[in-house]
């Protein structure tokens, strides 16, 4: 009698603490609140960018560098503090788990072509695959929308945006202004 | 440019969902466990119609708004400015029946039987519920200013429910003489979207700009002595506008007291103001129907339990958006967004007999201060012993240091995040 209340109070601690801890919202309770800026299942609509399918690991990185400031941005940094990590591991594992659409966007060809000679010359052996490829630390480029990918190449352009990933910022020190524009139409006409 | 691809791509996101949505039974085919009716197409309504059939297929979800087509509060200043059309504003109800499986009826509800869970309509019909989510935003407090009410704002815009109204303050500030006046009138808290008014001063004064009146004035009477996001607002109209924009608080005798239509003069208590243009944002509280249906406490607001949104004086029915008290979110477009998310989920559990799901919202407000310059501000909320809170260390405004590409970057934020947000809720 005695041993086998004993035994139990360790139970008992597990359960009181599993109680009074901080419920964690599902995967998508999180996520969905997501949408109102990123789009349904995070697929946007408009130049925020779309981030579904796009590689957990990544997602992972890119939210804890937005919450230590590692990363700058305008507004993500703000909303990136709200969540600790397993609410940031959790909504990576969301939207990584969901299917990447391309949207169609309305481009200039000329921009397109100059783009796609400034891929193969500068940035292939990376975002291969005309920017389709993706792995933990290489987002996918290719259908992502042109202003976005224009945005966040004028952030490693821009010396005081002060972006990780040094070696980006020195690749595209490289480019032109008119440039970037031509490889941001390049890898949102891929599909 | 964007208009084009934009419809395009929608159609390829709803006929992926409406795939999705083959394996479920759909309205025609009859046994659901339970219906739930939805007062209200805004924000909030709209979204949580949408979510409770995303969240299980076998609950009927009849949504009941007056108009055909929803036209957003939210980025209706640029209208004012002259920056964008009504029509890119305005959304029909029909993707979420083809897409979701939502029952939409064009009517008025005009009772609401609480104890019998029956809900009438101007059109005579009644619809019995299990649970209710009431989604009308708010009312205007008529005559709380003395001489404004709803013929005054026939003459005298609010323009604080968009369509002919913000059409109508546009028609005014084209037909106004350069070095005019003014007025906005600015409402005590708590109201719709606490931003708004000054970001209305802001593209005001450029549009007047545009028209080649720089010599007017904007002047915003107020009935508080601070507003949201005041420093980047003060600081963005003087180097915008510099000159055109004064902000009079309360306790400068900025509050109005009363109204005189054919004057076209703001008295305060001590001053009258006479103005080329007055845009009076009236005081406000729950849409009537909350009043009518007891939902109300005695400030006019909906009290309810900040996890299910079930109202806190009836049971079975649900408040969202502007109408309800939501903790410290405020009044805005993506906090009933968000609402109606946690609120669907939890319904879905009621009705499941489970334990509603722990909550997560968010709320990011943007204003347009001119066409290349934006400003924010953010929090994500939590349930904290009963209250909705923000999250400690995150959250708050744009900072004052912003360089000028930040602020071209969230100007062109606030647009994307009108396009994806209507896209969640209407595509």
Known sequence: ?191 | MHKLSRRQFLTTLTGTAAASMLGYPLLSSGAFRARVIVVGGGYGGATAAKYLRLADPRIEVILIEKDEQFVSCALSNEVVAGERSLASLSFGYQPLTSFYGVKVVHDEVTRIDAESRIVSTRGGEEFGYDRLIVAPGVSFKWNAIEGYDSDAAQVLPHAWKAGEQTLLLRRQLEAMPDGGRVYIVSPPNPYKCPPGPYERAALIAHYLTQLGKQRSKVIILDAKDSFAKQALFEQGWERNYPGMISWVPASADGRVLRVDVKKRTLYTEFDAHRGDVLNVIPPQKAATIAEAAGLTNDKGWCPVDQQTFESSNREYIHVIGDACIAGSMPKAGYSANSQAKVCAAAISALIDGTAPPAPSYINTCYSIIAPDYGISVAAVYRLDKGSIVSVEGAGGSSPLDASAWERKMEATYARSWFDNITSDIFG
């Open chain 1, 1 to 191: 009698m005695k041993s086998s209340l004993l035994w139990s109070i360790p139970l008992v601690l597990v359960l009181f603490q599993i109680h009074t801890a901080h419920a964690q919202p599902s995967h998508r309770m999180l996520a969905d609140a997501c949408a109102g800026c990123h789009g349904p299942r995070g697929q946007s609509a408009s130049p925020m960018p779309i981030i579904a399918g796009l590689p957990e690991a990544y997602l992972e990185q890119t939210m804890r560098d937005y919450k230590t400031g590692k990363r700058p941005s305008t507004i993500m940094g703000r909303v990136a503090r709200g969540y600790d990590d397993a609410e940031i591991d959790a909504l990576a594992a969301f939207f990584a788990s969901e299917v990447w659409i391309s949207p169609p966007q309305e481009l200039d060809p000329k921009q397109v072509k100059a783009g796609k000679r400034i891929h193969r010359d500068g940035c292939s052996s990376c975002h291969k695959d005309n920017g389709r490829f993706q792995n933990d630390t290489t987002p996918r480029l290719a259908g992502q929308w042109k202003d976005y990918l224009q945005i966040v190449l004028e952030e490693y352009w821009l010396w005081e945006r002060r972006m990780p990933h040094l070696f980006m910022s020195i690749a595209v020190s490289e480019f032109d202004e008119e440039d970037l524009e031509a490889l941001a139409s390049f890898y949102a006409s891929q599909r």
